[in-house]
Structure formats: structure tokens, C-alpha cells
């Protein structure tokens, strides 16, 4: 939790520590799996859920509306945590506040882990014949990491556990949603839930669903339309209402997936950081490379006065300024990440006033000079500098009307390879937007972002200046100086004109949708 966050409630008090009686008695507990018949089979139903470990805000309560009746304290610095053990028709509720996650335990048989958004609900026994409910998602895309023993399956007389997405979408009603049903003997799985989104531009919003498997089977059914498939290890399905879709094979992030299963299997807290194995460092031996107190690689960038950091800012950069200074403005979010696990090598995306505020406390504490790049520094580092028609009076809006067809990769298109993270097949199998005809062939492995320098440098050694996050510059968008610019597109950009090397938007300054940032050190 950053040093600055307030308590969120002060009647608020951490669970006590369990004593001889009540552990024998959640002992005994944890042995017993009750039977509950559903048609020809018979569902387990357990006990009792236990929450082993959270980040975040995390909420439980036994109401079906939206308002949870106690927020779970984190524990107080140096204090271990005290497992909290919930009851059937109990909820659990992870909020969506950026690396907000639940590790559980499913007693005698697995765990799982639940991402920021999600919900869980331990049915009371014999409820709509489900082992849990993973429904009443909050918002975002909520995904359930599971992790069934199926050594200890076999010991339950043939009883199977079965698990359901939600039927109902968080749109409103009349919005057609996937409803999915899975059972299984034990494995690992996962199922991602996207709600409200569309499958073609102009076409009404649906709920959809995304399962797959690391091992074991599993059976899914979409009950509306009565069908039923049942997927193996390495199969992952996109279920949309009344269609289950073909098997397919799971993208990068779905690969890294299987991480959070084998977690939840040990209890386990999610890691912030990616294995070493999984992470990509930037060099350091090369001409003019300078590197900070915080671990960023800075290059000169020709036709300027400046070294540009070589990767977006990361959330490993931003958490020490987060932890020592207050919110520019206290009433917007400070900052969101899209990533699951690793989430501190994944771009960080704030508002402008916070990306600026963050080179300010970055100059103090190193006693140099950073700032956010201008729009003109952005263009000589993309390439475009000496290719743009750039007058003493001229605005970005103005050199935004005639952006030349060249990209941050070269010429080539459509998108070749490693081109960078943009909205393509991966961001599609879960999001469900429309997608462009003649990109439909591109795959970047990541539905969000990625880790920062997942893909080929440019020319003069900096990453991703095409993709994973837009990027805040120091200049106004135009005459009007009522919206910042805004450089590189994103990982949920698709349209071709927004690729281009030169293309820009005008953001305003609280927004952070998609939007991170890059620091700049003026050279002395």
C-alpha cells in the first residue's frame, strides 16, 4: 500500500487470529466436501472459502447487490496476514484499482486467484448446483486463475467441480451475454470475462467469455444455446452468446496465465515482478548511454538537446513517487496498469499533471533536469523530424493534418512482424472490438500491454515508440491550449492513420486511458 493511501475505514479491524478450537474446527472443515446432485452428476460443495492473501481493496458480503458490506485491511506494516475464512453465500469482491488481486483456497481440493474486477460467491449448498460462482464482475476484463487437485478429486466419489461465468451482463439490461458453465475431474484452467463489448462496429454490445486449459479437461457448456465442448491442455475458447467457436491456442498472455494457476495451487501471493527469465533489459554500452538512480537507460537523441529514456515509464519507476508524494489532483486516479503479474515492467498510464509532477520530483531527487519530451523532440526520436514541415508558429493540430505514411517501423503494411503492440488478434479473442480487414493477420501475443520492451528498438535504441501505451508530450494540442499532446497510439489502436509515425491526439489533461508517458535529461 503507498505511504500516502488512507485507512479506508477506521472501524475497520484485521481478523483475529484463529484459536486451538476454531482451527480444529476449520480443520475439520476443510476435509469435508459435500455432495449436491446436479442432473446425473454430483457437484462438490465446500464448506468454506479462505482469502490467504490480497492486494488492493477487497470487499466480502453475503448481499447480491452491488454495495459489499466489509473492506478487508491490509495488514499493518511487518504484520503477517491473517487468513480470512468465508462462508457459503458469502461474496468476495476484488476492486478495480490498478494490481488489486485475491489469492484463495478452495479447502481439500485447490485454489485460485482472482484479478482486479473480479468477483467470487460460495454458494450456499445445492444453489444452482455450482462448487462456485464467478460473477458480479465490478468492471474491466475480471479473470479467475484455478487450480483443482486432481489426486484429491478422485477421492470425492466421482463428484466433479463445477464453476459458472455470470448470466447477465454489467451493460444493462437486453445485452446478450455468454452463459458458461464448466466442470472438471482437475487441472488448471482460467476463464477471462468481457462484458459490453462489441463484436462489429455498429453492431450491439455482448457479454463474452474466454476458458482455457494447462492441464487436466474441461467441459464447457454455453447453456443458453445447449452446446458443450470439452477442451484440453492447450486449447483456449472464446465463448460468445449461443456460440461456443472453435478451440484455439492461447496467446503470450494467456500463456502466462498458467503462472497465476500454479500460484493459486500453492496459496500463494502473485509476484510483482517477472521471473528474470521472462524479462527484457535494455543495453547499456551503447554510445551516450546514461542511466539513473531508478534504473532507467537514457540515449541522445540526434537534432536535440536531450537524452530520452530508452522504454516507457514503467510502474516500477512511478511506485517510489507514488509512495512520497501526494496526488496532483486528490479527486482523479493517480495511475492504472493492465497487466496481472510482472505488472511492474508494464508501462504505467496517469494524466498529464501526474507525469509532469513525476519528472519534477525526479529532478529534486537526483538534482537534474527532467520534463516530459516536446512534440518536436517526439518526432526527431520517432524519425520524423526532418520529414515535417515545421513553421515558427506551427501547433501540432496543424502538423497533424498532413502526416506522411510512415510508421514507427518503417513503411511496411500492413503490420509486419514484432512490429509492436497494437489492437490485433490478441486484443480481439478478448475484447471483441472490430477489427481492420487488413490487419487480421497481425498478432503481437498481448490483449493489453506488455512488458516495456517486448519488441524491437528503433533505430536509435528506444522502444515502443508505435504501441503499448500513448504517450504524454510538454507541448498544448492547439491554439486553444485546452488539450495535451499525445504521441505513438496504443495497444487498443487499430485505426491505420493512428499508427503513422507523425499522427497525434489531443488529450485532455485527466485522462489516462491508455495514455503513459516517457522522460527526457536535458543534456548540461
Same mark, same amino acid.
Given at each position: 500500500m503507498p505511504k500516502n493511501q488512507k485507512p479506508r475505514s477506521k472501524n475497520l479491524t484485521m481478523p483475529t487470529p484463529p484459536t486451538l478450537p476454531t482451527l480444529f474446527r476449520s480443520l475439520a472443515l476443510a476435509s469435508l466436501i459435500l455432495p449436491v446432485s446436479a442432473g446425473a452428476q454430483t457437484v462438490l460443495s465446500l464448506p468454506e472459502i479462505i482469502i490467504t492473501s490480497f492486494r488492493g481493496r477487497i470487499t466480502t458480503g453475503k448481499t447480491d447487490t452491488s454495495g459489499t458490506s466489509t473492506v478487508l485491511p491490509e495488514p499493518a506494516a511487518g504484520q503477517p496476514f491473517q487468513p480470512a475464512h468465508l462462508s457459503p453465500g458469502t461474496r468476495l469482491?476484488?476492486?478495480?484499482?490498478?494490481?488489486?488481486? *485475491?489469492?484463495?483456497?478452495?479447502?481439500?481440493?485447490?485454489?485460485?486467484?482472482?484479478?482486479?474486477?473480479?468477483?467470487?460467491?460460495?454458494?450456499?449448498?445445492?444453489?444452482?448446483?455450482?462448487? #462456485?460462482?464467478?460473477d458480479r464482475h465490478i468492471s474491466g476484463t475480471p479473470t479467475l486463475f484455478l487450480s483443482i487437485n486432481a489426486a484429491e478429486m478422485a477421492k470425492k466419489g466421482g463428484a466433479v467441480f463445477r464453476f459458472k461465468n455470470k448470466f447477465k451482463s454489467n451493460s444493462g439490461e437486453g445485452v446478450p451475454t455468454a452463459n458458461v458453465v464448466c466442470t472438471t475431474l482437475g487441472g488448471r484452467f482460467f476463464m477471462t470475462d468481457s462484458q459490453g463489448l462489441q463484436l462489429k462496429e455498429g453492431?450491439?454490445?455482448v457479454g463474452a467469455c474466454t476458458v482455457g486449459v494447462f492441464e487436466g479437461s474441461l467441459t464447457v457448456e454455453e447453456v443458453s444455446a445447449g452446446k458443450k465442448l470439452e477442451l484440453k491442455p492447450g486449447q483456449v475458447l472464446t465463448i460468445q452468446p449461443g456460440d461456443l467457436g472453435p478451440p484455439r491456442k492461447p496467446t503470450k498472455q494467456e500463456e502466462a496465465y498458467d503462472? @497465476?494457476?500454479?500460484?493459486?495451487?500453492? @496459496?500463494?501471493?502473485?509476484?510483482?515482478?517477472?521471473?528474470?527469465?521472462? +524479462?527484457?533489459?535494455?543495453?547499456?554500452?551503447?554510445?551516450?548511454? +546514461?542511466?539513473?538512480?531508478?534504473?532507467?537507460?537514457?540515449?541522445?537523441?540526434?537534432?536535440?538537446? #536531450?537524452?530520452?529514456?530508452?522504454?516507457?515509464?514503467?510502474?516500477?519507476?512511478?511506485?517510489?513517487?507514488? *509512495?512520497?508524494?501526494?496526488?496532483?489532483h486528490p479527486k482523479r486516479?493517480?495511475?492504472?496498469?493492465?497487466?496481472?503479474? @510482472?505488472?511492474?515492467?508494464?508501462?504505467?498510464?496517469?494524466?498529464?499533471?501526474?507525469?509532469?509532477?513525476?519528472?519534477?520530483?525526479?529532478?529534486?531527487?537526483?538534482?537534474?533536469?527532467?520534463?516530459?519530451?516536446?512534440?518536436?523532440?517526439?518526432?526527431?526520436?520517432?524519425?520524423?523530424?526532418? +520529414?515535417? +514541415?515545421?513553421?515558427?508558429?506551427?501547433?501540432?493540430?496543424?502538423?497533424?493534418?498532413?502526416?506522411?505514411? #510512415? /510508421?514507427?517501423?518503417?513503411?511496411?503494411?500492413?503490420?509486419?512482424?514484432?512490429?509492436?503492440?497494437?489492437?490485433?488478434?490478441? /486484443?480481439?479473442?478478448?475484447?471483441? #472490438?472490430?477489427?481492420?480487414?487488413?490487419?487480421?493477420?497481425?498478432?503481437?501475443?498481448?490483449?493489453?500491454?506488455?512488458?516495456?520492451?517486448?519488441y524491437k528498438p528503433n533505430k536509435l535504441g528506444l522502444y515502443d515508440m508505435g504501441g503499448n501505451v500513448a504517450e504524454w508530450c510538454e507541448d498544448?494540442?492547439?491554439?486553444?491550449?485546452?488539450?495535451?499532446?499525445?504521441?505513438?497510439?496504443?495497444? /487498443?489502436?487499430?485505426?491505420?492513420?493512428?499508427l503513422r509515425a507523425g499522427a497525434r491526439q489531443g488529450r485532455r489533461p485527466e485522462d489516462l486511458s491508455g495514455i503513459g508517458f516517457r522522460v527526457v535529461l536535458e543534456q548540461p
Open positions: 469482491d476484488v476492486g478495480y484499482t490498478s494490481a488489486s488481486h *485475491a489469492v484463495v483456497s478452495l479447502p481439500g481440493v485447490g485454489g485460485c486467484v482472482l484479478s482486479s474486477g473480479a468477483s467470487l460467491r460460495l454458494p450456499v449448498a445445492g444453489e444452482n448446483g455450482m462448487t #462456485i460462482t464467478f453492431e450491439p454490445s503462472l @497465476g494457476c500454479k500460484l493459486a495451487a500453492l @496459496g500463494r501471493e502473485v509476484p510483482a515482478r517477472l521471473p528474470t527469465t521472462m +524479462k527484457t533489459t535494455a543495453p547499456t554500452n551503447l554510445p551516450g548511454t +546514461k542511466v539513473n538512480s531508478l534504473g532507467m537507460v537514457f540515449l541522445p537523441v540526434p537534432g536535440t538537446k #536531450i537524452h530520452m529514456c530508452v522504454h516507457e515509464t514503467r510502474f516500477q519507476d512511478f511506485a517510489p513517487y507514488i *509512495a512520497a508524494t501526494p496526488p496532483a486516479l493517480r495511475y492504472d496498469v493492465r497487466a496481472l503479474w @510482472g505488472w511492474e515492467d508494464h508501462p504505467v498510464m496517469t494524466n498529464w499533471d501526474e507525469a509532469s509532477a513525476f519528472c519534477v520530483w525526479l529532478s529534486q531527487k537526483e538534482g537534474k533536469k527532467y520534463r516530459l519530451p516536446t512534440d518536436e523532440e517526439w518526432s526527431q526520436a520517432v524519425g520524423m523530424g526532418a +520529414k515535417e +514541415k515545421r513553421g515558427k508558429d506551427s501547433n501540432p493540430e496543424e502538423l497533424n493534418r498532413a502526416v506522411a505514411e #510512415i /510508421y514507427p517501423w518503417g513503411t511496411d503494411w500492413p503490420l509486419p512482424a514484432g512490429a509492436g503492440n497494437y489492437a490485433d488478434l490478441s /486484443y480481439l479473442k478478448h475484447h471483441l #472490438i472490430w477489427h481492420q480487414p487488413d490487419q487480421e493477420n497481425y498478432d503481437d501475443g498481448f490483449a493489453d500491454t506488455a512488458p516495456v520492451m517486448s498544448w494540442y492547439n491554439s486553444k491550449r485546452d488539450v495535451r499532446v499525445t504521441r505513438g497510439g496504443n495497444y /487498443y489502436f487499430n485505426a491505420r492513420y493512428m
